[in-house]
T-cell receptor, first 114, second 116 residues
Framework: AQKVTQAQTEISVVEKEDVTLDCVYE???????LFWYKQPPSGELVFLIR??????QNEISGRYSWNFQKSTSSFNFTITASQVVDSAVYFC???????????FGTGTSLTVIP | KAGVTQTPRYLIKTRGQQVTLSCSPI?????VSWYQQTPGQGLQFLFE???????NKGNFPGRFSGRQFSNSRSEMNVSTLELGDSALYLC???????????????FGPGTRLTVL
């Protein structure tokens, strides 16, 4: 069975602080894909990153970075020097190699206080 | 380039009624996926259509159905509405099927359905 757990329901940080959003996944597949999406108040999910199970390299994109660790089944997301515009709900998602279904976590609501 | 559009944006229905939601994908995209988002269950995959055929389906009852037209526009229908069907219904488009696996998914703003 596939499952994604985002234990942090809500996080509040003061602007310019760093924040890490946790994502733990479960799957029996050896080939799978992990995603992060951002959902601002407008409602549209915005794709942030896709990572396959064979690529454990961490990735950095501007103020965003992702730490993928198969040993702990985690795919954590860090925002450095947070800004008010980062306030949104962030979802971690998983799909297996057949890609026939997406499994989303319950999301983490991030509030950045100016 | 226009994004994914969903109509209507808001809808209020009563139990027992049926509802049809519409999604127009990004021009050139042939895959459309539907998701239900509720506070309790989070985001759940409903189904994916590609080339007018349902390719994948989530774990939802038969009251939830959909279709895709030759221009890739898609409709989702929910019959015999229940209170628990109140949710934000999101549509996502992608260039080809197995959306998200090989191609990025682009989401629409959603249709907020309230069942009274």
């Amino acid at each position: 069975a596939q499952k994604v757990t985002q234990a942090q329901t809500e996080i509040s940080v003061v602007e310019k602080e760093d924040v890490t959003l946790d994502c733990v996944y479960e799957t029996r597949d050896t080939t799978y894909y992990l995603f992060w999406y951002k959902q601002p108040p407008s409602g549209e999910l915005v794709f942030l990153i896709r990572r396959n199970s064979f690529d454990e390299q961490n990735e950095i994109s501007g103020r965003y970075s992702w730490n993928f660790q198969k040993s702990t089944s985690s795919f954590n997301f860090t925002i450095t020097a947070s800004q008010v515009v980062d306030s949104a709900v962030y979802f971690c998602a998983l799909t297996c190699h057949t890609g026939n279904q997406f499994y989303f976590g319950t999301g983490t609501s991030l509030t950045v206080i100016p | 380039k226009a994004g994914v559009t969903q109509t209507p944006r808001y809808l209020i229905k009563t139990r027992g009624q049926q509802v049809t939601l519409s999604c127009s994908p990004i021009s050139g995209h042939r895959s459309v996926s539907w998701y239900q988002q509720t506070p309790g269950q989070g985001l759940q995959f409903l189904f994916e259509y590609f080339s007018e055929t349902q390719r994948n389906k989530g774990n939802f009852p038969g009251r939830f159905s959909g279709r895709q037209f030759s221009n890739s526009r898609s409709e989702m229908n929910v019959s015999t509405l229940e209170l628990g069907d109140s949710a934000l219904y999101l549509c996502a488009s992608s260039l080809s099927w197995l959306a998200g696996l090989y191609n990025e998914q682009f989401f629409g703003p959603g249709t907020r359905l309230t069942v009274l």
